[in-house]
């Protein structure tokens, strides 16, 4: 089969240029510019990476105008109604649903990763009461680099599984421990006869003075929440991630970098954002108000929860999200959540608005993840930190795919120049 190509004409010498387009298996083929610098002598220009394809990744597909999400083939709509997050951790890591005996080894092997050195709780004593939790999460992760040694050689496709699993094992001790802290309450161990889930939710709520039972409501929206969260192709802090790991840094390292990018309000940190601006708003009547604003050129508020970069019609996971919502507040029996009932106000309001509709912006899966999280009783502060509880494996599954691939090189991106040609140094004594 002839290879298809695209061809590119420069006006000012004439020249044509001949670039191969490469065909994926689902969504946009790409026009390979590898070789464009060489060969023309132009960088491309792209500074949101709006336009570009960074790797070839066979993990997650998204259609942004169909509100399509797939993860290893299967649709986040399946996978959140039938499986399990560890199953999702799994499908991510390893390509396929596990069978019952893997998925049987792989929730031993994780369950007895679960707990962290006791060395590493004196890390906690330097923060303030005060710190934010995500500024602990990353600290903390990114100090796992110092006790692991023994999984940090990213050339050694052992340590590279003993480092996946211990990240998504560790990773909801660590934010438990920081949330924890932050309350004043001492620390609690994983237990190895609880779900993920249901364990992270122990780790969270559980005191020493009684006994912990867990609500199987709580647990199933905790459990669905990371699947809705866990991976969703080159975004932000997964681009983090892989831009680190190019360069040889250990697993440890990358994924407090990917923390430390999803903590942006503009990324992961918009749950939290979210939930204040729903407090902001207060009553349903100052809705309109905040649309205005979020209209406003001259006004830099945004409606926290809406838009996406590749989601120009509806965000599968708001969907699940938005159902969840309503199952877990009847079930726990919340019955007039005043933040829910101005989130679903502000929602019809928005997607009738002829602003948002010709900008596509639409609920993301930061727009309800927070009234379910502040239903299960976390204070906003820790919603970011779920999503990164969450987002762990995807970044796993990433770093891993990158480092796996023998195309990969250490990202180095060129620049469009506008700064100050050459000129000579000037002496303290002349300069006015
Ligand atoms: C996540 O990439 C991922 O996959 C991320 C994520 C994941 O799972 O990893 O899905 C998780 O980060 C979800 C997004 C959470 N962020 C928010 O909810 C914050 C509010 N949303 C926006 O800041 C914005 O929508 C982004 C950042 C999400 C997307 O921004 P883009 O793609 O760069 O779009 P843009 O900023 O170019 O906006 C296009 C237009 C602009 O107007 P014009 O300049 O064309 O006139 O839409 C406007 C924007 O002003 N706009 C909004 C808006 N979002 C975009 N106007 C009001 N409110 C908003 N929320």
């Known amino acids: 089969m002839t290879q298809e190509t695209v061809t590119l004409v420069d006006n000012r010498t004439g020249t044509s240029y001949e670039l191969p387009v490469l065909e994926g298996s689902l969504g946009p083929?790409?026009?390979?510019?590898?070789?464009?610098?060489?060969?023309?002598?132009?960088?491309?220009?792209?500074?949101g990476y709006t336009s570009t394809g960074s790797c070839e990744s066979k993990i997650t597909f998204i259609d942004g105008d169909e509100g399509v999400l797939l993860h290893r083939g299967y649709a986040i709509e399946d996978l959140a109604e039938h499986s399990n997050f560890l199953?999702?951790?799994?499908?991510?890591?390893?390509?396929?649903?596990?069978?019952?005996?893997?998925?049987?080894?792989?929730?031993?092997?994780?369950?007895?990763?679960?707990m962290v050195h006791e060395q590493l709780t004196a890390f906690y004593r330097g923060f303030r009461r005060d710190a934010h939790p995500m500024a602990i999460l990353c600290g903390v992760t990114g100090a796992l680099s110092a006790f692991y040694h023994d999984s940090t050689d990213?050339?050694?496709p052992y340590h590279?599984?003993?480092?996946?699993?211990?990240?998504?094992?560790?990773?909801?001790?660590?934010?438990?421990?920081?949330?924890?802290?932050?309350?004043?309450?001492?620390f609690v161990y994983p237990r190895n006869d609880l779900s993920y889930a249901e364990n992270f939710l122990q780790m969270?709520?559980?005191?020493?003075?009684?006994?912990?039972?867990?609500?199987?409501?709580?647990?199933?929206?905790?459990?669905?929440?990371?699947?809705?969260?866990?991976?969703?192709?080159?975004?932000?802090?997964?681009?983090?991630?892989?831009?680190?790991?190019?360069?040889?840094?250990?697993?440890?390292?990358?994924?407090?970098?990917?923390?430390?990018?999803?903590?942006?309000?503009?990324?992961?940190?918009?749950?939290?954002?979210?939930?204040?601006?729903l407090q902001e708003i207060g009553s349903k009547d100052r809705i309109p108000e905040f649309i205005a604003r979020a209209k406003d050129?001259?006004?830099?508020?945004?409606?926290?929860?809406?838009?996406?970069?590749?989601?120009?019609?509806?965000?599968?996971?708001?969907?699940?999200?938005?159902?969840?919502?309503?199952?877990?507040?009847?079930?726990?029996g919340i019955k007039n959540?005043?933040?829910?009932?101005?989130?679903?106000?502000?929602?019809?309001?928005?997607?009738?608005?002829?602003?948002?509709?010709?900008?596509?912006?639409?609920?993301?899966?930061?727009?309800?993840?927070?009234?379910?999280?502040k239903a299960i009783g976390l204070p906003t502060s820790m919603f970011t930190v779920l999503f990164a509880v969450a987002r762990t494996v995807g970044w796993v599954a990433q770093w891993k795919e990158m480092i796996e691939d023998p195309s990969q090189k250490i990202g180095r991106p060129r620049q469009l120049y506008t700064g100050a040609a050459k000129r000579p140094f000037r002496p303290l004594n002349e300069r006015a």
Not at 169 to 176: G, H, M, N, R, V
């Open 204 to 277: 969270l709520f559980a005191v020493p003075c009684e006994p912990y039972k867990v609500n199987p409501v709580v647990a199933k929206a905790m459990d669905r929440l990371l699947i809705l969260h866990a991976d969703h192709e080159q975004n932000a802090s997964t681009s983090t991630v892989r831009l680190a790991g190019s360069s040889g840094a250990n697993p440890f390292a990358c994924i407090a970098a990917g923390i430390a990018s999803l903590w942006g309000p503009a990324h992961g940190g918009a749950n939290e954002a979210v939930l204040k601006m």
């Open 160 to 186: 590279r599984m003993v480092a996946s699993h211990r990240l998504v094992a560790k990773i909801p001790t660590i934010a438990a421990m920081a949330f924890k802290y932050s309350i004043g309450q001492p």
């Open 29 to 47: 083929s790409v026009i390979d510019i590898r070789k464009l610098y060489n060969e023309t002598g132009h960088f491309t220009f792209d500074p």
């Open 297 to 332: 050129k001259n006004d830099s508020f945004r409606l926290m929860g809406f838009g996406h970069r590749v989601y120009k019609n509806f965000d599968p996971r708001a969907q699940v999200m938005r159902r969840a919502c309503h199952e877990v507040l009847g079930e726990l």
């Open 154 to 156: 990213i050339e050694d």
């Open 337 to 373: 959540e005043p933040l829910l009932d101005i989130a679903m106000e502000l929602e019809r309001i928005a997607l009738q608005d002829d602003y948002f509709i010709e900008k596509k912006l639409y609920p993301n899966v930061d727009f309800y993840s927070g009234i379910i999280l």
């Open 87 to 114: 199953e999702v951790c799994y499908l991510l890591l390893y390509g396929d649903l596990p069978t019952p005996d893997q998925r049987q080894q792989f929730e031993d092997t994780i369950t007895h990763h679960t």
